[in-house]
């Protein structure tokens, strides 16, 4: 049996699909609870649920606001106290960043084209969100290696080095984190490299420049 959240969703997507003209991107205000949420302000995760499904309610699904929810939902798992409450919230907020994910088709091919959020193209910050949630879950989850893949393809994306370092400095900085996790320290010192060249003086180069120094 299908739950109202799932009714809901699924809802949203269908509204999506059969409009191009729904528009449904996190506001500012919502990603800044967000990312307070994430840091462990407990309190906003359940208003940041509530935001999100609001807006996929009246104006359909995009990639972003459905790897945003997901990434909520995990947050909920992360605080839930009963372990079977921190496996329910967790995978259903991995089912819905899939759903975002696969959605990405459905965006301009062309990132140039995209509306940008916190400086970079919708799709660009949909694999970047959805490559650290995946990353940071526990092992049990066994999403780690689809979250690496991610961090792989994007990173490895020309068109995202064309995109402006201060806004994208954190993915390369969380790529190289996951890459040190995975054991790839060719790869975290070739994104290394490419911050280097495009910052050298961005904290986020410099963070990432003490993460692998400890490796050696």
């Known amino acids: 049996m299908k739950t109202p959240k799932t009714l809901l969703l699924t809802a949203a997507l269908a509204a ?21 949420a994430a840091d462990g302000d407990e309190a906003l995760v ?20 459905m790897v945003y929810l997901g990434s909520t939902q995990t947050l909920q798992g992360r605080d839930a106290f009963l372990p079977w409450n921190k496996m329910k919230f967790t995978e259903q907020g ?20 995209q509306e940008r959020i916190q400086g970079l193209p919708e799709a660009h910050l949909a694999q970047a969100m959805a490559a650290i949630t995946y990353t940071s879950l526990p092992d049990m ?45 060719s790869q ?3 994104w290394l490299s490419t911050m280097q060249t495009l910052d050298p003086s961005n904290v986020q180069t410099q963070t990432a420049q003490k993460l692998i120094a400890k490796q050696g």
């Open 94 to 113: 991995l089912a819905t960043i899939a759903k975002g994910i696969s959605l990405l088709n459905t965006l301009p091919e062309d990132v140039n084209q």
């Open 16 to 36: 999506t699909l059969g409009s191009a003209n729904l528009y449904a991107n996190p506001s500012s205000d919502i990603l800044a609870n967000y990312n307070l």
């Open 141 to 185: 989850f066994n999403h780690f290696e689809r979250g690496y893949d991610l961090y792989l393809n994007l990173l490895n994306d020309p068109s995202f080095a064309h995109q402006p370092f201060a806004a994208s400095a954190w993915v390369y900085s969380s790529g190289i984190s996951a890459a040190l996790k995975a054991g790839d320290i």
């Open 188 to 190: 975290a010192q070739a």
């Open 46 to 65: 359940d208003t940041v649920y509530g935001q999100l499904n609001r807006l996929l309610e009246e104006q359909g699904a995009k990639p972003l606001t």
